[in-house]
């Protein structure tokens, strides 16, 4: 059994740079993908968590269409630059004890507790 504990966040301007850290413990093989995902205000209630980016356990990677080009995941961070008012909302990171690399909520097993990001213009 995975678990996930997650940090960072906060309140910046836009045009900011912002890390956030998951830290995945309790891997008897070492082999586990991490993603994360992202609730924000502008989604219709009980819409499906949005996927922002993932990293197999083979070190390949996924971005989102919207973040992509600045944005870098790590199994460790999500490292998030150029940030824009429309990337606020509630970060989750997530991961599966397998090799994946999907942008599927359900896909994901364990789950981190959820930090908040706010952009202001």
């Known amino acids: 059994q995975l678990q996930v504990v997650q940090s960072g966040g906060g309140a910046v301007q836009a045009g900011a740079s912002l890390r956030l850290s998951c830290v995945v413990s309790?891997?008897?093989?070492?082999?586990?993908?991490v993603a994360w995902f992202r609730q924000t205000p502008r989604q219709a209630p009980g819409s499906e968590r949005e996927?922002?980016?993932?990293?197999s356990s083979d070190g390949s990677t996924t971005y989102a269409e919207s973040v992509a080009g600045r944005t870098t995941i790590s199994q460790d961070y999500l490292q998030m630059n150029m940030l824009k008012p429309e990337d606020s909302g509630t970060y989750y990171c997530?991961?599966?004890?397998?090799?994946?690399?999907?942008?599927?909520?359900?896909?994901?097993?364990?789950w981190g507790q959820g930090s908040q990001v706010t952009v202001s213009s």
């Open positions: 997530a991961a599966v004890p397998m090799r994946w690399l999907r942008l599927v909520p359900a896909d994901y097993t364990y």
């Open positions: 309790g891997s008897r093989s070492g082999v586990y993908s």
């Open positions: 996927g922002v980016a993932g990293i």
